[in-house]
Each structure stands twice: as structure tokens, then as C-alpha cells.
């Protein structure tokens, strides 16, 4: 058997260890400690936002933002279809509805026209909206300016879900801070981990405490455990922060390699008909977390992406299809939908490609050898 090609593996840098051992000689083994207040602080200043809270994952930052955001039961909360389940889920935990919007085709991400024609529609039937959650999906940047002007003229705040696009930018400008809030992973197949985590960064620094004040169970100022708030607990803990220090150190690094995997695999099948690429629109820059390729069946003799994922699979190269849309989640079917199919038609054509920081040269090599002969 060949050797295993994983989609997205973790990359260590090598100062990890260091702070984690750190942790260890000050006996800092809790959700609190200098690697936590270090991570953040790295945090803060990488993305410009001036504010971090670590915390135990993704998920929790969306849920806790959602929270900060007033969202209750029975409330509206629109959120992009075409996503990963966890963008999502935390509107469920607050029992709150999502309403789902379609992508466009030129980032992939939530079409603003679908976005204004959403909020008209249930403003229309009543309901004024409690958020927007637009998502940077594989490190592309969804449109905000535009998507953040409709937000404005409504007064609906933005949480931006930008777990998978860590160092992408629009005009220099840090995906994750066109928001109120905006969300980070450290999963372990993101572009940097922390072997599970997540953050919160925000300009609002009122805001970025009272996550922290929530995430650690909410406890009022008193020697004794005193309480006005139903609590979280969501810190991240400071054995994790030290990866994640670690990791910072290697994350401009990381970005480079995987936008070397796409140029490559751009490159590679620049002669395959029938694939297609997402380009960076003007000023847009993407962190290519994973590299996507659409394949047509009309220009491959009707071989589709499956063809090509079980002919990856059968070299033991794991590849996969792009997120399935929310939409079409048995568990959400009744949630509403505005859209036009683009994020259905993205799921039918498209595939993630092997895409880690650490892939070799002869690792990208075979992966695009069996590409190209599976569409022959
Ligand atoms: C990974 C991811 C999350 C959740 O992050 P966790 O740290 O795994 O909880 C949320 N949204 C998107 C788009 C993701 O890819």
C-alpha cells in the first residue's frame, strides 16, 4: 500500500513543545496562564483586531458571539448555506431559527443580492433578523464590503465565520474584523491547531472581555461563587495556547505552502478541460486552506468527482466532496432557504484536494497523476 496522503494534517513548527513544556514547569495546566494571555495577544496583533479570546473551539466562539448578540428562542438568524455543520449548529443551541443563503460563484460565499432578498422577505413576514453569518469557506474571503454595507443599512449585526481563513485579507484587511465578531479554529486540520480551539477576535474590546467573562462560567466579582449569568465553559486551556504560540510562529509559513499547493495544482491541470478553479477576486487574498476543484462530466466523458475521489481513495490519498449546503441537511430541512442552486451545483461538481502545509513534492506529484488519469 501506498502511503497515506492525508486532505489537511496537522504541521508543527517545533517551538510548540517548548510552551507546553513551559506550561509544565509552572504547573499552569488550566484554561488560564501566560500561553493563553500570549496566544491572544499573538492573535490580536496577526489580524489587526486588537482583541482575542481563546477558547475551547470554534463552535463555542459562534455560540458565545450568538449569545453576546442577544439571540433567543424563536429568534431569526440568517446564516450562509454553504458551510461546514458547526456554523450553524450554535443558532440550534439557542433555539433560534437559521435561515439559510446561497453563494455566488466568484468567492463561493454568501451572495449578497440573496442576502438583501432574504432579510426584504422576512421582514416581510415579521421577523427583523438577529444576525448575519457569512462564511470565508477554504480560506476565500466572502464579499464584505458588500455583505457588511446591507448589514448597516438594516442595523443587523455580523458574525463573520472565518475558522477556516486565519491570514486571508481583502485589501490588507484580516478576514475576521469586518464583523462585530469574528470566529477562529484551531481544529486539528486547520491551517494552524492547537490540537482542538478557537477564538473570538473583535475591535470591541467590551465585548472581547465579556466573552471571557462568560466562557469561564459567568462568575460575578466576589470571593464566593456568585452568579447573574448563565455560564459557559469554554476557555481554552493553557497546555493548548501553547501549541497555538508555537504555531503563529509557523502560520505565514503554512499560508505560503498552501497557496503553493493550489498554484501547483493550477498549474498541473491547466491543460484538463474539465477543471475548474476559484480565482482571488481583485484585492482578495486567500489562504488557500484547501485547495477545490470543480470537474465537469460534460468535458470527462461523464466522469465526476466521485470517479476522481475513489480513484485518490484506492492510492489511500483522501480527498472529499466540498461542505454539503446546509439546505439540504436532513436536519435542517425545514429551516427556510432563499438561493438559486449555485452552492447545490458547487456539492454535485466539487472536490477538496490533499491540501497540508507539510505535502511533498512527490506527494503532490502522485495525487496529480491519478487526478489527471481518473478524468482520462
Ligand atoms: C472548523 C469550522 C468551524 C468549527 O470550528 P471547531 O473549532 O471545529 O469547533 C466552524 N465553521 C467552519 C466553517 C469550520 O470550518
Request: charged share 20%.
Amino acid at each position: 500500500m501506498n502511503s497515506k496522503i492525508w486532505l489537511s494534517s496537522p504541521h508543527m513548527g517545533g517551538k510548540e513543545q517548548q510552551y507546553v513544556n513551559e506550561a509544565f514547569a509552572e504547573n499552569w495546566i488550566a484554561p488560564l496562564g501566560p500561553n493563553v494571555d500570549g496566544f491572544e495577544m499573538d492573535l490580536a496583533a496577526y489580524t489587526g483586531s486588537g482583541h482575542a479570546a481563546a477558547l475551547s473551539s470554534g463552535t463555542a466562539a459562534l455560540h458565545l458571539s450568538l449569545v453576546m448578540l442577544g439571540v433567543q428562542a424563536g429568534d431569526e438568524v440568517i446564516c450562509q448555506s454553504f458551510t461546514f455543520s458547526a456554523s450553524a449548529n450554535p443558532i440550534a443551541y439557542q433555539g433560534a431559527v437559521p435561515v439559510f443563503v446561497d453563494s455566488e460563484s466568484e468567492t463561493w460565499n454568501m451572495c449578497p443580492e440573496t442576502l438583501k432578498r432574504a432579510i426584504d422577505d422576512r421582514l416581510a413576514k415579521g421577523k427583523k433578523p438577529k444576525a448575519i453569518i457569512p462564511v470565508h469557506l477554504y480560506g476565500m474571503p466572502a464579499q464584505m464590503e458588500r455583505i457588511s454595507a446591507i448589514a448597516a443599512e438594516y442595523g443587523i449585526p455580523v458574525i463573520e465565520d472565518a475558522a477556516e481563513a486565519l491570514g486571508s485579507s481583502i485589501n490588507g484587511r484580516a478576514a475576521g474584523t469586518f464583523g462585530k465578531l469574528g470566529v477562529l479554529s484551531f481544529n486539528g486540520n486547520k491551517i494552524i491547531t492547537t490540537s482542538g480551539g478557537g477564538a473570538l477576535i473583535s475591535t470591541d474590546e467590551a465585548l472581547i472581555k465579556r466573552a471571557r467573562f462568560l466562557a469561564t462560567q459567568a462568575r460575578d466579582a466576589a470571593p464566593h461563587y456568585q452568579h447573574s449569568n448563565i455560564g459557559y465553559n469554554y476557555r481554552m486551556s493553557n497546555i493548548c495556547a501553547g501549541i497555538g504560540r508555537g504555531q503563529m510562529q509557523v502560520l505565514d509559513q503554512h499560508i505560503a505552502n498552501r497557496r503553493r499547493n493550489f498554484d501547483f495544482y493550477k498549474g498541473v491541470f491547466s491543460e484538463v478541460d474539465a477543471i475548474s478553479f476559484v480565482d482571488e477576486m481583485k484585492g482578495y487574498r486567500s489562504n488557500r486552506w484547501l485547495t477545490t476543484i470543480l470537474i465537469d462530466p460534460k468535458k470527462s466523458n461523464n466522469k465526476t468527482r466521485e470517479h476522481v475521489r475513489m480513484a485518490l481513495e484506492a492510492d489511500n490519498i483522501e480527498s472529499r466532496p466540498l461542505w454539503k449546503p446546509m439546505h439540504l441537511q436532513p436536519i435542517f430541512a425545514d429551516a427556510p432557504y432563499y438561493g438559486d442552486g449555485t452552492s447545490e451545483r458547487l456539492f454535485e461538481l466539487g472536490l477538496c484536494l490533499p491540501s497540508g502545509s507539510n505535502l511533498r513534492e512527490d506527494d503532490l506529484n502522485r495525487i496529480a497523476s491519478i487526478v489527471t488519469s481518473a478524468l482520462r
